[in-house]
């Protein structure tokens, strides 16, 4: 095939199509390069659709009947220029390239380039409306969690999504897709658009059918260790594969996407010995003494048009350094002491990931779609502590395996009824170990503390979707099942000996809902009822008995849209619950080397009301954006605790009170682009109070917590030769009870960018952090990278110093009602590593 323009010049780029007459999905295509495209069929026509597609073309079709496969064909097309986009590309050229249509947001990526990008996250920080946390990588678009970023429409990643944003190749990315109202079933887009978003990435159709790079960068840290960091990526994208893998290994605090077994909490059972972990408010990479390999498998394969199947692979294989010194300094008026200790930590943690998905419509009007995923995470932590100048030893091994199969079936009739049919299997295994040895100048002295728990959950349900003129209807009829089993053993010669757990909980649950939405006009009305009936069935060593509960739950959402870029929405909840699952057991168990728990059970029910109003205004066109909301929740019913403080030990009892709690929460965002001057300021603004009580040595304290934080930024033009931003955040927290402790911080990271020529940049980052403005100690840190990022070339290169002003530890404040801890933690010393890429 040949293919050009009106003036019969050859189309560089572009995409074939090949399609089954009267079906609407291609079943195969081809790439177009330089103005010619060769097919060979992998299965039978009858009558050849061809539809020829370029970027600023209109489509052209052509229809072979009678198509042989043996014979051979030549045609040409002649395709003519899309006159809209045309006047699109004149308009918007003037503006930063952002396309509104429908539920798609599109930006032009190249647009927003700076030419300091080098991976997909890079470009995604730039976009209006999109952000991205720096500490996890996890995005949000409008506020909004995104489900998952797909690849050409394709859901490679799922919801593990930063997979794919820290490794996808700038280079290879034309534009980016933000979609509001994401639905994953395309069988649902008329019935339910529901209310997520997602991203999509749209290649750049020059992008070979087998691309990737391949990179590596090696120096020295201050003390003459060495650093390094490499890996690489490739992807695949043929007619029926298509597939995204990728490798890093590094030991400069990196990691390469966020924790993918941290997923269906509500499934699995949450650790009861408490983790050792850093709670340091810098990024990982400032204090993450690793040795860290990250490994990723995604790939989707069409075996016909109706048939597909998806497979994902990830492991993660970690080993961490952690040195503490610690301050913990109790005030009430019943308690007045404080806790020095010294903790040296070794940490490995081996962590896989398998899911696949078979996915099939034997019609348009029929999907049938099974997802099974496994984890398995082995966590061993070797540490050595000393305590009030008291040496210990404290191991820990925490083991978990996951299963979960969702199988759904979904039914469209010929009225456009929808019946969706879920099947939904789950199983976790959890194993907590603790050996501990107090004070090791005095032989003899341990404690074992060992806990299994195992959590089996089993759901089956029905959803009628119907719509009826501008109402849409969901009525859904389903079971659930919960059964979890937990058994803990204490062995130690220190005081809790032979404390045993051996408990059974079982919840059965029946239920109703119905979910209405109405459309009038500019309004938007939605109310979801829930009714259940739930049984409740627990049993430990010291009692048994059963319970039966009738539970109601509204959630109501009313809209209204006006100047077609503005909403304003008022919600309101109520929902009446259980809560004895995270406090089930009755007798203790050591959570840490210095603390013990117990809980005393209840079958009483939590009552949560909750009103909201929210307002979005979204030009996206003026890049002018403001996402503001204000909500109050009331909780009758909680566990509370019962504190009984001594310099060496807390032991804590966990009881039910029908008390109540309550926090306010206001959130305010706002971005704008000052088109005159080219700079993007930013302001956001999180304001949270919240009162609740608790006991301590039999002190009862009605306690208050204020937390507010303010960041204020700037960002000055893309284009320019020389770019600033500057970004500065102040936290202020705040509790009130017998005493008052507060913490105010000041935050504030200064970036200067120099692109003297086209590909080479020179970044410096300068960033003040104030943990604690009473203390008076400031931290500086100063980054410098120099990237060479040519783009008509496959090599690029970069050098790069990392606390250059050698900052050696951090000291972190962190406040309760009634403590304050103060943390130093040793820093990654000076750094400096020269690297290159290779792109394929």
Same mark, same amino acid.
């Given at each position: ?39 060979i ?9 061809i539809? +020829? ?7 052209e079709e ?5 198509f ?11 395709? %003519?220029?899309?006159k ?26 190249e647009?927003?380039? #700076? ?20 500490? $996890? ?10 489900e998952t ?9 799922d ?8 490794n996808?190749?700038?280079?290879? +990315?034309? %534009? ?14 008329k019935?339910d ?11 750049k159709k ?9 990179? /590596? ?24 594969? %298509? ?8 030991n ?9 077994t941290?997923? #269906? ?5 949450? %650790? ?8 340091a ?8 003494f ?12 069409? /075996? ?14 970690d ?10 300094s109790?005030q009430?008026d ?8 010294s ?20 019609s ?10 496994l ?5 061993f932590?070797?540490?050595?502590y000393t305590?009030n100048?008291n ?16 199988? *759904? ?7 456009e #009824? ?8 789950s ?6 170990n ?9 032989e003899?002295? /341990?404690?074992?503390?060992n806990?299994?728990a ?6 089956s ?10 109402i ?21 010669n220190t ?5 045993r ?7 059965i649950?029946?239920?109703v ?5 109405y ?8 109310s ?15 009692? #048994? ?10 959630e109501? $959402? ?11 929405s008022? $919600?309101?909840?109520?929902?009446r ?7 089930l057991?009755?007798?203790? +168990? ?11 059970m209840?079958r009483?029910?939590q009552n ?22 204000? $909500? ?13 403080m ?31 001057i ?11 109070r919240s009162?609740y009580?608790?006991?301590?040595n ?21 284009s ?21 402790t507060? *913490? ?17 940049s020179?970044?410096?980052?300068f ?15 100063l ?11 496959k ?15 951090f ?5 309760t ?21 290779y792109?394929?």
């Amino acid at each position: 095939m040949t293919i050009k323009d009106e003036n019969g010049d050859l189309i560089k780029n572009g995409k074939a199509f090949f399609y089954e007459e009267k079906n609407e999905n291609y079943t195969e295509f081809s790439l177009i390069r330089n103005g010619s495209a060769l097919f060979i069929p992998k299965i039978e026509y009858q009558n050849l659709r061809i539809k +020829i597609v370029s970027e600023s073309f209109l489509p052209e079709e052509k229809i072979i009947h009678d198509f042989k496969a043996s014979k051979s064909y030549e045609l040409g097309f002649q395709l %003519k220029k899309d006159k809209e986009y045309a006047i699109e590309e004149v308009v918007i050229s003037k503006r930063k390239p952002i396309t509104v249509k429908k539920d798609t947001v599109t930006y032009n990526v190249e647009r927003f380039a #700076d030419g300091t990008e080098a991976k997909l996250e890079d470009i995604l920080k730039k976009l209006p409306g999109i952000e991205v946390d720096d500490s $996890n990588g996890s995005i949000k678009y409008k506020g909004k969690s995104i489900e998952t970023i797909t690849l050409d429409g394709d859901n490679l990643f799922d919801s593990n999504y930063t997979i794919g944003s820290k490794n996808i190749n700038f280079d290879m +990315i034309d %534009k980016v897709e933000a979609i509001d109202n994401y639905q994953s079933n395309p069988l649902l887009i008329k019935a339910d658009r529901g209310d997520k978003v997602s991203l999509n990435v749209k290649l750049k159709k020059s992008i070979l059918n087998i691309s990737g790079s391949a990179s /590596y960068a090696s120096g020295y840290f201050g003390n003459r260790k060495q650093a390094y960091d490499f890996g690489g990526n490739l992807i695949t994208l043929y007619n029926n594969l %298509k597939s995204f893998s990728t490798v890093q290994y590094n030991n400069l605090g990196l990691s390469g996407n966020n924790d993918f077994t941290a997923k #269906d909490s509500d499934l699995k059972y949450g %650790k009861t010995i408490d983790d050792i972990h850093t709670t340091a408010s810098l990024p990982a990479s400032r204090w993450n003494f690793n040795n860290n390999f990250i490994g990723s498998l995604n790939l989707i394969y069409k /075996y016909n048009k109706n048939t597909s199947f998806k497979f994902n692979y990830n492991v993660n294989d970690d080993k961490v350094l952690i040195n503490e010194q610690t301050r913990n300094s109790y005030q009430t008026d019943q308690v007045n002491f404080e806790n020095n200790s010294s903790t040296t930590i070794t940490k490995s943690i081996l962590k896989n990931f398998f899911s696949g998905e078979f996915n099939y419509l034997p019609s348009k009007k029929i999907r049938v779609n099974s997802v099974f995923s496994l984890d398995n995470t082995h966590d061993f932590r070797d540490g050595f502590y000393t305590f009030n100048d008291n040496e210990n030893s404290r191991d820990l091994l925490f083991r978990q395996t996951y299963f979960k199969n969702v199988t *759904n079936i979904t039914k469209v009739f010929k009225n456009e #009824d929808v019946l969706d049919f879920f099947f939904k299997l789950s199983s976790f295994r959890g194993n907590d170990n603790q050996e501990f040895l107090p004070n090791l100048q005095i032989e003899d002295l /341990y404690s074992l503390q060992n806990v299994e728990a195992q959590k089996n959950v089993l759901s089956s349900y029905i959803n009628y979707h119907k719509k009826i003129k501008k109402i849409n209807l969901t009525q859904s009829l389903g079971f659930k099942s919960y059964d979890v089993n937990l058994e803990s053993v204490l062995n130690e010669n220190t005081g809790f000996n032979n404390e045993r757990n051996n408990v059974s909980y079982k919840d059965i649950s029946f239920f109703v809902n119905s979910n209405l939405k109405y459309n009038y006009q500019k309004w938007i009305f939605e109310s979801r009822l829930n009714f259940e009936q739930k049984k409740i069935r627990y049993n430990n060593t010291s009692e #048994d008995w059963a319970a039966n509960n009738f539970l109601f739950g509204n959630e109501s $959402n009313i809209s209204y849209v006006f100047g077609g870029i503005d909403v304003l929405s008022a $919600n309101f909840e109520y929902k009446r619950k259980p809560i004895l699952e995270n406090y089930l057991y009755d007798n203790y +168990i050591r959570t840490s080397y210095n603390s013990v728990q117990r809980n005393l059970m209840s079958r009483d029910l939590q009552n949560t009301t909750s009103v909201g109003l929210k307002f979005w205004h979204n030009d996206f066109e003026n890049q002018f954006l403001i996402n503001t909301s204000l $909500n109050y929740s009331n909780e009758r019913g909680q566990y509370f605790s019962n504190l009984n403080m001594e310099s060496d030990l807390i032991s804590a009892v966990y009881f039910f009170s029908p008390r109540q709690n309550n926090q306010f929460t206001h959130l305010f965002n706002l971005t704008k682009l000052i088109y005159p001057i080219k700079t993007k300021i930013k302001i956001k603004t999180f304001y949270t109070r919240s009162n609740y009580f608790n006991i301590i040595n039999s002190e009862e304290r009605k306690v208050q917590v204020q937390n507010f934080n303010i960041t204020l930024g700037f960002n000055s033009a893309f284009s320019s030769k020389i770019r600033f931003e500057n970004e500065t955040t102040f936290g202020f927290l705040d509790y009130k009870s017998d005493v008052e402790t507060e *913490n105010k911080s000041i935050q504030n990271k200064f970036t200067f960018v120099l692109v003297p020529i086209n590909s080479f940049s020179f970044i410096s980052e300068f960033y003040t952090y104030v943990p604690n403005r009473k203390e008076k100690a400031t931290f500086n840190f100063l980054d410098v990278t120099i990237k060479f990022l040519p783009v008509k070339t496959k090599y690029s290169f970069s050098f790069s110093l990392r606390n250059l002003l050698n900052e050696k530890s951090f000291v972190n404040t962190f406040t309760t009602d009634y403590s304050q801890v103060i943390q130093a933690i040793p820093l990654l010393p000076f750094h400096f590593s020269f690297g290159g890429s290779y792109r394929f």
